[in-house]
Antibody, heavy 124, light 108 residues
Framework: EVQLVESGGGLVQPGGSLRLSCAAS????????MIWVRQAPGKGLEWVSI???????KYSDSVKGRFTISRDNSKNTLYVQMNSLRVGDTAVYYC??????????????????WGKGTTVTVSS | DIQMTQSPSSLSASVGDRVTITCRASQSISNYLNWYQQNPGKAPKLLIYAASTLQSGVPSRFSGSGSGTDFTLTISSLQPEDFATYYCQQSYSAPLYTFGQGTKLEIK
């Protein structure tokens, strides 16, 4: 069964750090594009970061320079290291797999497998 | 950034009703548009990608249409499990994805 399971969330003070994990089963993380998406309490969805199969990474402007996405191929696990956390980073963090389909002129991308999420609360 | 605007923000309907949710992009995104369903406390679930392609396992009462800047998600006959929040998402500017603010579908 294809599955993603996040862990590592918790309560942290502003300026603190946290590392979230996302363990995959049923597919290989390193062969796929993997994404972090977050959802602030009562709010909508916000794309945070992506790591491509070649290891290239991208970030939203809101987390650039503070968050680092990575993976451990031996553990088939995705991570996000979150530093200099702010109150505004409080959210449920989801990892997701990016699916692709052939399109013209470019591929279609969509998030086809999601974890259940882990909650990060930044508060003093 | 491409802004996505959904309407309405909330909607009340009854089981068996036909409902339509609209999503508008701030610029043309061709058909690079996805729809997700989210139940309270749960992760989003992919319903439709490429504006109109039904994800495997999604009931055929869900359909999507549109191109350019205007898109719709239609549920032909509401079932009890369909009362949820729906989000559109553009993938035209991948990986700088943006989502709509969501449409909450409630039971009348």
């Amino acid at each position: 069964e294809v599955q993603l399971v996040e862990s590592g969330g918790g309560l942290v003070q502003p300026g603190g750090s946290l590392r979230l994990s996302c363990a995959a089963s049923g597919f290989t993380v390193s062969s796929n594009y993997m994404i972090w998406v977050r959802q602030a309490p009562g709010k909508g969805l916000e794309w945070v970061s992506i790591i491509y199969s070649d290891g290239t990474t991208k970030y939203s402007d809101s987390v650039k320079g503070r968050f680092t996405i990575s993976r451990d191929n031996s553990k088939n696990t995705l991570y996000v290291q979150m530093n200099s956390l702010r109150v505004g980073d409080t959210a449920v963090y989801y990892c997701a797999r990016e699916g692709t389909a052939v399109g013209a002129p470019k591929y279609y991308y969509y998030m086809d497998v999601w974890g259940k999420g882990t909650t990060v609360t930044v508060s003093s | 950034d491409i802004q996505m605007t959904q309407s309405p923000s909330s909607l009340s309907a009854s089981v068996g009703d036909r409902v339509t949710i609209t999503c508008r992009a701030s610029q043309s995104i061709s058909n690079y548009l996805n729809w997700y369903q989210q139940n309270p406390g749960k992760a989003p679930k992919l319903l439709i990608y490429a504006a109109s392609t039904l994800q495997s396992g999604v009931p055929s009462r869900f359909s999507g249409s549109g191109s350019g800047t205007d898109f719709t998600l239609t549920i032909s006959s509401l079932q009890p499990e369909d009362f949820a929040t729906y989000y559109c998402q553009q993938s035209y500017s991948a990986p700088l994805y943006t989502f709509g603010q969501g449409t909450k579908l409630e039971i009348k």
